[in-house]
């Protein structure tokens, strides 16, 4: 037996004799990562995972974290102008972090949830989109009318949140509004809490 048929005949050799084929390697292609692979067989899945958690996500930190910071500073001033500049850079601070954290921490290819840059700028416009609605209404001179309009959008926002939960991950309408409702209203407490002390 010659050398050549010894080497084709190894455990783990692909090698055909003669066809110069390195041992141990296959002529085959890599196969596509996981986030072409499910685009490919389940573009819904593929858009949920990319756009619409991503998105969700950052609404979700956008609307319910910036509430303690915003009306904290709203109560404890009294002031439409001072509460507008926390609220709007809140707003601008958590949406470059949630932007970053979300491009960073995966970049989709075993994972299968698609481009990092995509995901990351969803992420943090809707986390500014999320925090910049119930600080704009301070833009009123009147603290009153302002905070009264701030509550409602938040009102508004939470809904939204929950309405997206339940058309796009199935989650049951009430059980969605109910788990959102409960983390706002916790966080809205603290806020109070802490702008009265």
């Known amino acids: 037996m010659d050398s050549t048929t010894r080497t084709s005949n190894l455990p783990g050799t692909t090698g055909a004799p003669g066809t110069g084929d390195t041992p141990g390697t296959s002529s085959t292609p890599a196969n596509p990562d996981a986030a072409t692979t499910l685009a490919a067989i389940d573009p819904k899945r593929a858009f949920i995972l990319e756009v619409i958690q991503p998105g969700l ?20 001033t009294r002031n439409s102008h001072t509460a507008f500049i926390v609220g709007m850079a809140t707003a601008v601070g958590a949406a470059i972090s949630m932007a970053f954290s979300e491009a960073l921490s995966d ?6 949830r698609g481009n990092p840059v995509l995901r990351g700028g969803v992420c943090g416009a809707m986390t500014f989109v999320g925090a910049a609605g119930h600080a704009l209404p ?60």
């Open 57 to 76: 996500a950052g609404l979700m930190d956008g609307s319910v974290s910036s509430l303690a910071p915003l009306f904290a500073a709203a109560l404890s």
């Open 107 to 112: 970049d989709g290819k075993l994972s299968g």
């Open 138 to 197: 301070f833009l009123i001179p009147s603290f009153h009318i302002a905070m009264t309009i701030a509550i409602a959008i938040v009102i508004v926002e939470l809904f939204v949140i929950a309405w997206v939960r339940h058309r796009y991950m199935e989650t049951p309408l009430g059980k969605a509004a109910i788990q959102i409702i409960i983390g706002g209203v916790i966080v809205f407490i603290a806020g109070i809490l802490i702008g009265k002390s």
